[in-house]
Structure formats: structure tokens, C-alpha cells
DNA sequence: AAAGCATGCAACCGCAAACGA
DNA sequence: ATCGTTTGCGGTTGCATGCTT
């Protein structure tokens, strides 16, 4: 299903991801956020490039992604919306919550292409038997017997993995955070604690995780993560100060 | 039972836009 | 205005799995 797990001649890390990176490369966007992209292989211990971990976070690692059966209302949202749009695929899926671009282009490769076709042939006129159709045929068998399953039965690791982070709190909006707050110019980023607080996002944390270093949280090494013995003080360069219940960070160019 | 084929999907690649210095 | 870096997007690929012959 995926591709192999190789190594490419600058020693990075390509193909399927372990469940080890995906822990890693969640762990550490939850908690910091993804201020740079290029920079989290770095700090989260993972031999990928910036460009793998973003992908695999939007498209899978992302707590509020959906996962699992289309519905019809989606499917019919989709015929609709690429009808209007072509393969904007990222506009397609900001329509559609909790469902990425990648996986709205695949469905629609491999399920709705068909579809749509098939709905222009009949209105052109008579439908004729063609492979495609009978394709698409194989696939209703197969769709309707998808459906039969409640669009709401989110398999249960699903729900594990999204209780931590509600929408409102999740990762990604703490590129947001900083737009809410007007930052001394030379900041790089900032962190309500108010709202972390409040969120209970990160209750699950013992004592004050700020403090703390991120690789030997926890709530990963009950799961056998192996921790690389990295600091806080060390991964990050950056002074920090708190002021009305925010942390700003410069970054010392160290 | 086994070989070949088709399908679905995660992940990669290249390009362009956005952004900051 | 230009250049370098980062991010986002869309097309494509590769492989595991299921199906057919």
C-alpha cells in the first residue's frame, strides 16, 4: 500500500512512516507547534525533510483530520465543488472539513472520476454497457457495502487521537495565536498560556512542560518511546520572556 | 492454488506563490 | 527590485491488497 521505507543519498529517511516517527513528529507539533517546517526534522530527532513531516502531518498525524468512508453528501459536494472549481483540490477541501486535499484527490481518482463520467454518459443518451462502467459497477458493490457502515463510526484510535487536541486548540492555530497577539518585532513566536490553559490541551502533561524537556514527555515513554537525550534549553536557541500570561521567544541565531 | 491484473492510497516530486531580508 | 528560503499545491509514482482467471 505504501511505499518501502528507504534511504536517500543525503541520509534522509523516504517511504512509510513508523508508528515511532509519527509519535515523534506528533508530539513534537502538538506541543511547539509547526513554526518551520525545515527546522522540525531537527529538533523532533526525525531523519526526514521538512517537506515529509508537513505532508504527513496535514494528511494524516493532524488531529482533526477525517478519516474513514465518504458520505453521500460528501461525495455529492465534491462532484459539485470540482465541477465548479477543476482540481483545486486544496479549495475543494476547504469545503469539506476535517477531509485533505490529497485524500479528496484520490477519491476522486479513484471513485467519483468514474462517477461523474459515468453520469455525463447517461445524459448524453443512451447508457451503454462499457468497461468503465462496469468498473464503476464493481466499485458501487463495493461502495454500498462501505455505507452500510454509519458514517459516524470513527474508528476508535481515531477518537484517541483527537481527544487531545480540540479544534479550537490544535496545533496548527498556534500560527494564529501569533497573529492575535502583537509581537515585538525580532519575536518569532508566542504561546498563550491562558489559552493552552484553559484548553486543558496539554493537562495531560506533568507539571509545567515549558520547563520541561519535550523528548522525555510521558505520555510517550508509557508508549516505549525512546527518548534521545535532548533538552529544551538545547533544541531551542532562543531567549524567552513571559508577559501577560504569553511566552514570546527571540531566536539567538545560536 | 497460483499467477497475473486491477485498485486504492500514502508518499514523492517539481513547480509556483508567498514572504522576508 | 532582487534574491533566497519556506510553504502549499497538484500531478504522479510505487506498492500492498484484493480480485480474477
Known amino acids: 500500500m505504501v511505499k518501502a521505507p528507504y534511504y536517500d543519498k543525503n541520509g534522509l529517511k523516504k517511504g512509510a512512516w513508523s508508528p515511532e516517527e509519527d509519535n515523534k513528529l506528533r508530539a513534537y507539533v502538538e506541543r511547539y507547534g509547526h513554526w518551520n517546517w525545515r527546522q ?36 455529492e459536494m465534491i462532484i459539485k465543488l470540482h465541477e465548479e472549481l477543476g482540481n483545486k ?20 481518482h479513484t471513485h467519483l472520476k468514474k462517477h461523474a463520467k459515468h453520469n455525463l454518459t447517461r445524459s448524453k443518451g443512451k447508457e451503454q454497457l462499457s468497461d468503465a462502467s462496469q468498473c464503476q459497477r464493481k466499485s458501487q458493490i463495493r461502495d ?17 487521537e483527537s481527544a487531545p487536541l ?4 490544535r496545533s496548527s492555530d498556534f500560527s494564529s495565536m501569533n497573529s492575535h497577539h502583537a509581537l515585538p518585532s525580532g519575536a518569532i513566536w508566542a504561546v498563550d498560556h491562558n489559552s493552552l490553559a484553559s484548553s486543558g490541551t496539554f493537562a495531560k502533561f506533568s507539571g509545567d512542560f515549558w520547563t520541561e524537556p519535550f523528548l522525555a514527555d510521558s505520555t510517550f515513554a508509557q508508549h516505549n518511546y ?6 529544551w534549553e538545547s533544541i531551542l536557541p532562543y531567549v524567552s520572556y513571559h508577559h501577560d500570561g504569553i511566552d514570546v521567544f527571540w531566536d539567538l541565531g545560536l
Not at 47 to 73: A, F, H, I, Q
Not at 166 to 169: A, D, I, L, M, R
Open 89 to 108: 483540490w486544496s479549495m475543494i477541501a476547504a469545503k469539506l472539513p476535517g477531509r485533505t486535499d490529497n485524500e479528496i484527490k484520490n477519491h476522486w
Open 40 to 75: 522540525i526534522p531537527k529538533f523532533s530527532g526525525l531523519t526526514r525533510c521538512g517537506k515529509s513531516c508537513r505532508l504527513r502531518w496535514m494528511n494524516y498525524l493532524r488531529p482533526d483530520v477525517k478519516r474513514g468512508n465518504y458520505s453521500k453528501e460528501e461525495e
Open 166 to 169: 480540540s479544534p479550537e486548540t
Open 144 to 160: 454500498s457495502e462501505v455505507e452500510s457502515v454509519p458514517a459516524d463510526s470513527t474508528p476508535s484510535h481515531q477518537i484517541l
Open 226 to 231: 525512546h527518548s534521545p537525550s535532548l533538552e
